[in-house]
């Protein structure tokens, strides 16, 4: 299939939860992603893998930090969760 690129062979690896007390770090390609808690240390993220190859497409996202992104891949290529759609207010 053209634009789809193979990560790594083998089954899917699960989700490791993070950012909550006493959960381990993510690896080094990945990020804590934590949408609409944006860093609350009560409620745990999901390791996500940091997003590449990302498209155009403007769908604005509003990312923890306040600033905004032109879509949700784009946050994630930063490393940055989605704390609602739209530009950030």
Do not use: W
């Amino acid at each position: 299939m053209a634009g789809i690129k193979v990560a790594y062979s083998g089954p899917c690896k699960t989700s490791q939860p993070c950012g909550g007390r006493g959960l381990a770090p993510c690896g080094a390609e990945e990020f804590c992603n934590q949408p609409t808690h944006c860093g609350r240390t009560d409620i745990p993220g999901k390791c996500t893998p940091i997003a590449q190859g990302c498209t155009k497409e403007y769908n604005p996202v509003c990312g923890c930090g306040g600033q905004t992104y032109a879509n949700e891949c784009l946050a994630h290529a930063q490393g940055v969760s989605v704390q609602y759609a739209g530009a950030c207010k």
